[in-house]
């Protein structure tokens, strides 16, 4: 049974930063595409970054050079970097894994979510 536990949210000013870390238990990590993705209130969740098992990674275009995602397979987890945070992140932050990015976000497992604001 694959367990995600994600960490690390909060509140931040805007410009500020935050790393978000998830933390994975119960798969073969270091094969599978681990994502982050958000949900704003009133929105839909939507992909933030995801980083495939031989680290290749993707950005939604409203985070490129201010967000960056990396894994640890030594650890079995996938961290978020987010920097130059705006108010237009605020929502809450889910890790997602499943065994291949071909597959839907949806056919794989969820994290329970952590809540980013940013607010001055």
């Known amino acids: 049974q694959v367990q995600l536990v994600e960490s690390g949210g909060g509140l931040v000013q805007p410009g500020g930063s935050l790393r978000l870390t998830c933390a994975a238990s119960g798969l073969v990590f270091s094969s599978y595409t681990m994502g982050w993705y958000r949900q704003a209130p009133g929105k839909q969740r939507e992909l933030v970054a995801r980083i495939i098992s031989g680290g290749i990674t993707n950005y939604a275009d409203s985070v490129k050079g201010r967000f960056t995602v990396a894994r640890d397979n030594a650890k079995n987890t996938v961290y978020l970097q987010m920097n130059n945070l705006k108010p237009e992140d605020t929502a809450i932050y889910y890790c997602?894994?499943?065994?291949?990015?071909?597959?839907?976000?949806?056919?794989?497992?969820w994290g329970q979510g952590t809540q980013v604001t940013v607010s001055s």
């Open positions: 997602n894994a499943r065994p291949s990015p071909f597959v839907p976000a949806d056919s794989g497992s």
